[in-house]
């Protein structure tokens, strides 16, 4: 149950993310859901659009900027709906964390700081080693004689892959949610899908992995 005054902060990633509200409402949802009940007061909600990219994830972020120095003056607490809607960088999160700012997820609403830190730590790791698996895999691509063209056309058509991949999952959204409201287990969710012929981005039957292949995306958008 929350108490006290709150800040609360959203991020979407991309521009087109920030126009369609693709995320930007599920955020809310969660933020406000955390906040039920109790004697809480939200003061102000801030909500970025950009990229995350950069060393200096912070300073790109004037929304966040914003939000940590009403949060500060206010003596308020920041409030955002996913520890990963702020970062995936170990020396962001040490970054909040210094500025003296109590902040609180609402997917993580009993983790301290310490225990913040560490899922920063893992998420970094975590990307560290998908990134080491992909230039392993085009090492060995090239190896094999493997002729992978222009990097930036390479990096292309991977954004344009994903874009696509989140584009279908998006389309099935109603139908898995659906799903989901009656209880269904992923497995009977793969049989339902292939008993209605819906097949596929690439036109074939279901498997538990394809499934939970876009259960993930649908998860990451939210």
């Known amino acids: 149950m929350a108490n006290g005054r709150f800040i609360a902060y959203y991020r979407v990633s991309t521009l087109q993310q920030g126009q369609s509200g693709l995320g930007l409402e599920a955020q809310q949802s969660a933020v406000h859901a955390y906040l039920n009940g109790g004697a809480w007061e939200l003061l102000a909600e801030f909500t970025e659009v950009e990229t995350g990219k950069g060393a ?103 954004e344009e892959r994903q874009e696509a991949a989140d584009a279908f999952a998006n389309k099935l959204r109603g139908l898995v949610d659906g799903m989901k409201a009656r209880g269904l287990s992923q497995r009977a969710m793969v049989a339902e899908l292939n008993n209605l012929g819906i097949k596929t981005s690439r036109g074939a039957e279901w498997s538990l992995i394809q499934l939970q292949r876009v259960l993930s995306r649908l998860k990451e958008a939210a």
Do not use: Y
Request: hydrophobic share 50%; proline share 3%; no cysteine.
């Open 56 to 158: 200096n994830a912070l300073g790109r972020r004037p929304r966040l900027a914003e939000a940590l120095s009403v949060a500060k003056k206010l003596k308020a607490t920041l409030v955002i709906a996913k520890l990963d809607r702020l970062a995936r960088n170990v020396h962001f999160i040490s970054g909040l964390i210094e500025t003296g700012v109590e902040f609180v997820a609402a997917d993580m609403p009993q983790a301290n700081k310490v225990m913040m830190h560490m899922h920063a730590v893992m998420s970094e790791w975590e990307r560290d080693q998908i990134s080491a698996r992909t230039k392993a895999a085009l090492a060995a691509a090239r190896e094999r004689g493997v002729k992978l063209g222009n990097p930036q056309n390479l990096t292309a058509n991977i």
